[in-house]
């Protein structure tokens, strides 16, 4: 009898401690800005964490052009991912990148296509890069891509969620078109993490 009860216990320990393991919660926050026009559209990521390698998605994102426009105006990709650039314009659209993250031997043109027809590629290398087309020259997007498969773009109002981080201490990462990086460290609890964070120019 004690036998059993001593390895229901145990069961029981062992089944809580998988739960609080695969539990994960969000971080929530809000982006202030000092100098920028908008709180919109800023990257936040969390840095590369030791010991974790994150494959290649399996699944492709899309980055359409629409009414000569990049849309999302900022896409954030895990390192890896293969972006389907799509022209869903009457127009032929081009998309090449001058850089990423200021390195000039990373820059790509991907051609000219008509509507309906899309350009793949795929993105290993972690940074950001300006999205032109040299149709139209009014036309500017953004690609991020970043170490994990934990970020998200702010809103207007500048809040952001990253959804379902396990509990850690992590680097939380901005990336944001006109503002300087910025870098602070979260602890993400079972339940999550709320964080503030200050971009400037
Ligand atoms: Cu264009």
């Given at each position: ?20 393991e695969g539990?994960a919660?969000?971080?929530k ?5 000092q100098?920028l ?10 840095d590369t ?8 998605p ?7 052009q ?7 105006h900022?896409l954030?990709?895990?390192k ?6 799509l ?19 990373l ?32 036309m ?10 934990y970020f998200?773009?702010?809103?207007k ?14 680097m ?10 910025t870098?602070?460290?979260v602890?993400?609890?079972a ?10 120019k």
């Amino acid at each position: 009898m004690r036998g059993i009860l001593k390895s229901s216990a145990i069961t029981l320990l062992a089944i809580f401690a998988l739960t609080v393991e695969g539990r994960a919660g969000d971080i929530k926050g809000k982006v202030t800005v000092q100098g920028l026009k908008s709180a919109e559209n800023i990257a936040v990521y969390l840095d590369t964490i030791a010991g974790k390698d994150f494959p290649a998605p399996a699944q492709s994102v899309t980055m359409d052009q629409k009414s000569l426009k990049f849309v999302p105006h900022v896409l954030v990709v895990l390192k890896g991912t293969t972006v389907d650039f799509l022209n869903s314009d009457p127009v032929g659209h081009n998309v090449y990148w001058p850089s990423i993250s200021g390195n000039k031997k990373l820059a790509h043109n991907l051609g000219t296509w008509p509507q309906g027809q899309k350009k793949s590629f795929q993105f290993n290398d972690l940074g950001g890069g300006r999205l032109l087309c040299n149709v139209h020259p009014e036309m500017a997007g953004y690609i991020v891509v970043v170490p994990t498969p934990y970020f998200a773009v702010t809103e207007k109002d500048g809040t952001f969620d990253i959804k379902d981080v396990p509990p850690g201490h992590y680097m939380l990462i901005t990336w944001s078109e006109e503002g300087k990086p910025t870098s602070q460290a979260v602890d993400v609890a079972a339940t999550g993490a709320s964080v503030n964070l200050t971009v400037k120019k």
